[in-house]
């Protein structure tokens, strides 16, 4: 079921969302500075591609000092847009009983959009 929701997911949207990621996380790690934020850019965006039948898994050291001054960066320059873009299009999606199991990926992506350092969709 969730091989069907996938397919459905990148036909409506997913796709974009995607490669919106992928190609903003490119485009981070043209600078030294940014290669770690374009890095979990683009793992974001590889984590949109197949939101059904995954969950947000933290790492075994995800709260490390480092990994908290990241995502401390990352929720002020990035996060809070991303965030908010999700959850806007999770409140559209759910307007319809047919778009639920959709605006639920969406509220699935928002923990991974705030902190992605130390945390992974599996």
């Known amino acids: 079921m969730s091989l069907i929701g996938n397919i459905v997911w990148l036909i409506f949207g997913g796709l974009i969302a995607g490669l919106g990621y992928i190609i903003g996380g490119l485009l981070t790690c043209l600078t030294i500075i940014g290669i770690p934020f374009g890095l979990q850019s683009i793992k974001l965006g590889f984590a949109t591609f197949a939101p059904f039948g995954k969950e947000v898994v933290e790492g075994p050291h ?13 929720l002020l320059l ?11 299009s ?3 999606l759910a307007i319809t009983v047919i778009g ?22 599996r």
């Open 100 to 121: 639920l199991p959709f605006a639920k990926q969406h509220i699935k992506l928002i923990p991974l959009a705030l902190m992605p350092f130390g945390r992974d969709l």
């Open 62 to 74: 995800a709260n490390s000092t480092l990994r908290v001054i990241f995502n401390v960066i990352w």
């Open 90 to 92: 999770a409140l559209i």
């Open 78 to 88: 990035f996060g809070w847009e991303i965030t908010l873009a999700h959850l806007l």
